[in-house]
């Protein structure tokens, strides 16, 4: 299956597929749809409302036949938890996203949102209850107000802002020429990655998700967007369940559960208070024993 030989730097692309779906708009990117579609034949069951509870039971998922990228992944999400995903490069913190979002099926194992696996859900009704906060945000060639629209098309110009002022969007939009009827190029380039960001917690305010997927930025944004990217996010994940796919500590800390996911084992979870007593992996990262690949730091 082309599925297995895509390269790896297509996941923006394939991200913008979710996000496309999550906002109806599936014909957007047809052939992905069409290639999820071949998979979702069996999927009956549509959640009308969702608490947003998550469990992974002994979830194993592999990319290439006989090499487990995922194996053994047990946890528990409670409805409004934060999950900050920890771990090395390449330990599997992107392929369980995909996992709960039925980007991929697990080989082994299963997962359930309010105890219904999602195998029986169609990825439609499943990503209608998920919103997407990545770090390439998916901006298209339109205006300001069509972009944050995306997350609900039938939302009116009053909740557009509405829910551009909960995401401390609002003010840099009234500063550009044409405010809301700025139109942006593709990708948005004519605006900062921190306000691209603020777009997309604006735009996921919008979609109203339960489940909700952070992949927190690397790059260095200024200190004062920052702030406002912070708080607008801590605005966005109240009341949903939130999966942080995390480099900063401030950002793990706060995180109900922490999972550490080192060659796609999950080798340690819980709170950051706990990890710290049990004296693991985390422990060592955080004392700065370590660094993320788990080697001893040369000092
Ligand atoms: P990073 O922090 O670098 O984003 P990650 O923890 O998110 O890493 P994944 O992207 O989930 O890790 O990758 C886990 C493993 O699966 C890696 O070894 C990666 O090379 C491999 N992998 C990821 N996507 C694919 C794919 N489409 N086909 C084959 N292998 C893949």
Do not use: C
């Not at 401390?168 to 139109?183: C, E, T």
């Not at 489940?211 to 260095?220: G, N, Q, R």
């Amino acid at each position: 299956s082309r599925q297995f030989t895509r390269p790896l730097n297509d996941l923006a692309n394939q991200w913008n597929s979710l996000l496309s779906a999550i906002a109806g708009a599936e014909r957007v990117f047809e052939v992905m749809d069409e290639e999820i579609e071949e998979r979702s034949d069996s999927a009956s069951v549509k959640l009308e409302k969702m608490q947003g509870a998550v469990v992974f039971d002994d979830v194993a998922f592999a990319y290439d036949e006989g090499r487990d990228t995922l194996s053994g992944i047990s946890f528990e999400a409670k409805p409004g938890e934060m999950v900050a995903l920890v771990g090395p490069t390449g330990a599997g913190k992107t392929t369980l996203i995909q996992l709960l979002s039925r980007f991929y099926d697990p080989v082994k194992g299963r997962i359930t949102v309010d105890g219904t696996d999602i195998t029986s859900i169609s990825h439609e009704n499943l990503r209608s209850h998920m919103a997407f906060v990545l770090q390439d945000t998916f901006l298209f060639k339109g205006t300001i107000r069509e972009n944050i629209r995306f997350g609900r098309l039938d939302a009116t110009d009053e909740e557009v802002e509405d829910a551009s002022r909960l995401a401390n969007a609002h003010s840099f939009i009234m500063r550009l020429p044409g405010g809301y009827d700025k139109v942006l190029d593709t990708g948005g380039s004519g605006i900062s990655q921190g306000q691209r960001q603020l777009l997309a917690i604006a735009r996921a305010i919008l979609a109203g998700p339960n489940i909700l997927v952070l992949d927190e930025a690397t790059s260095s944004i200024d200190t004062v967007t920052e702030i406002k990217i912070q708080e607008g996010l801590q605005r966005l994940m109240q009341g949903r369940t939130s999966f942080v796919i995390a480099h900063r500590l401030n950002t793990i800390r706060k995180a109900d559960k922490i999972l550490v996911l080192k060659q796609g084992h999950l080798i340690e979870q819980g709170s950051h208070d706990e990890l710290l007593e049990k004296g693991g992996f985390y422990s060592d990262l955080y004392h700065g024993h370590l660094s993320m690949n788990g080697e001893e730091e040369h000092v």
